[in-house]
């Protein structure tokens, strides 16, 4: 049974550039969140997806967008990076969109330059 | 390097010994409170839940007490192990119609000698 994957595990940018992360829950999961972990720091919630729409969203600026697929996978995407937006970057599924068992994958580490 | 942002409150114990990890929550409103791991380079991993009705709840190894009146969470390992070292976190879980998130506290970084 695999778990929260995520990709890719790394990336370097440049800033006013673009990313796109992606994420595939665990199975029998349809719910999926998005966190963005600076170094030292909790995880900070970004949004959730369930059925295909944004549910929730947490204090992010609009350049932080997503999507959800029908099979449940997730994209993350940011635009017109900053020096900030250097993270981790954590996807969690979980089977119900309102329960608080989530599952996190190993993160994609993203380094704005 | 310097290591900008890494201020974790730090806990340093001996192998065999109990650590017991303290985390203060804000909102009442929490339906559900999580400890995670975190060892380096992964994400977090759940450890132990408890809801917010109950004020003690007992897994393998590891105890989770809650006190509502001073909004306080604790984890407690008993015999602690090297295995055992990395970032703990405490969340709570704010349910609402639409769906739920997890708010993070700051973290403790265990360390167990051996």
């Known amino acids: 049974d695999a778990g929260v994957t995520q990709s890719p595990t790394h990336l370097i940018k440049t800033r006013g550039q673009q990313v796109t992360l992606r994420c595939s829950p665990k199975s029998g999961h349809d719910t999926v969140s998005w966190y963005q972990q600076a170094l030292g720091q909790g995880p900070q919630f970004i949004f959730q997806?369930?059925?295909?729409?944004?549910?929730q969203r947490g204090n992010f600026p609009d350049r932080f967008s997503g999507h959800q697929f029908p099979n449940y996978s997730s994209e993350l995407n940011v635009n017109a990076l900053l020096l900030g937006d250097s993270a981790l970057y954590l996807c969690?599924?979980?089977?119900?969109?309102?329960?608080?068992?989530?599952?996190f994958g190993p993160g994609t580490r993203l380094t704005v330059t | 390097g310097e290591s900008v942002g890494l201020h974790l409150p730090t806990l340093s114990v001996q192998e065999g010994d109990n650590s017991i990890i303290n985390c203060a929550y804000s909102?009442?409103?929490?339906?559900?409170f999580i400890w995670y791991k975190q060892e380096s380079g992964k994400g977090p991993q759940f450890i132990i839940d408890i809801r917010s009705n109950m004020d003690k709840r007992q897994g393998q190894r590891v105890t989770v007490l809650l006190n509502k009146t001073v909004k306080h969470l604790s984890l407690q390992i008993a015999a602690t192990q090297p295995g055992d070292s990395a970032v703990y976190f405490c969340a709570e879980n704010i349910k609402e119609t639409s769906g739920s998130r997890l708010t993070f506290g700051e973290g403790t970084q265990l360390t167990v000698n051996p």
């Open positions: 969690a599924s979980s089977p119900l969109a309102g329960g608080h068992e989530q599952y």
């Open positions: 909102n009442s409103a929490s339906d559900y």
């Open positions: 997806y369930y059925e295909e729409e944004e549910r």
